[in-house]
């Protein structure tokens, strides 16, 4: 019994498995990035601040790399615009018609260069999606659009700092 699980100790550990989320494939020379406030050509005005404080707010707790106010300092740039957003009712309270529940979909294009302008990362097309509920009481309707863009830019800033570092 006791050589069995030391066996097994032992081909669990040459197994080859590891922490998800350890690896990071930008340049060795990269310390800075810049994170200037993203475009947005949608009706949300407030989304991309969202968007710009969350991903320094990501980059500066989960890695290493110093974010700066200004591009010409840093040793690379991410930059971004909000090109899409979209919100539309998902469910409807079967009794008053009235929507019970939404859905916030965006679309974000992204774009990491570094200082001697090559390319590091650039994804055209970054979609996200959150959900969020409407009170079907008008007397106790409160707007949750502000809180849902605000956990939706999390949540975005969470996946673009996984997908930079695994170069997904």
């Given at each position: 019994m006791k050589h069995a699980l030391?066996?097994?100790v032992l081909a669990l550990a040459g197994c080859g498995y590891h922490v998800g989320?350890?690896?990071?494939l930008l340049p060795k020379e990269v310390h800075t990035?810049?994170?200037?406030?993203?475009?947005?050509v949608t009706v949300q005005y407030k989304l991309a601040g969202y968007m710009s404080e969350a991903l320094t707010r990501e980059l500066v707790s989960r890695t290493q790399y110093t974010v700066i106010a200004d591009p010409k300092q840093a040793d690379a740039t991410l930059t971004g615009s909000v090109v899409n957003y979209f919100a539309s009712q998902t469910v409807s309270d079967p009794i008053?018609?009235?929507?019970?529940?939404?859905?916030?979909?965006?679309?974000?294009?992204?774009r990491l260069v570094?200082?001697?302008?090559?390319?590091?990362?650039?994804?055209p097309n970054f979609s996200f999606q959150d959900r969020f509920e409407i009170s079907v009481i008008p007397g106790q309707y409160i707007d949750e659009s502000q809180a849902t863009l605000q956990r939706l830019s999390r949540?975005?800033?969470r996946s673009?700092?996984?997908s930079i570092l695994e170069n997904f």
């Open positions: 030391i066996l097994t989320g350890q690896t990071n990035i810049a994170i200037p406030q993203f475009g947005n008053s018609g009235r929507g019970a529940g939404g859905q916030v979909t965006v679309q974000i294009q992204l570094g200082r001697d302008g090559k390319v590091l990362y650039t994804r949540d975005v800033a673009i700092v996984t």
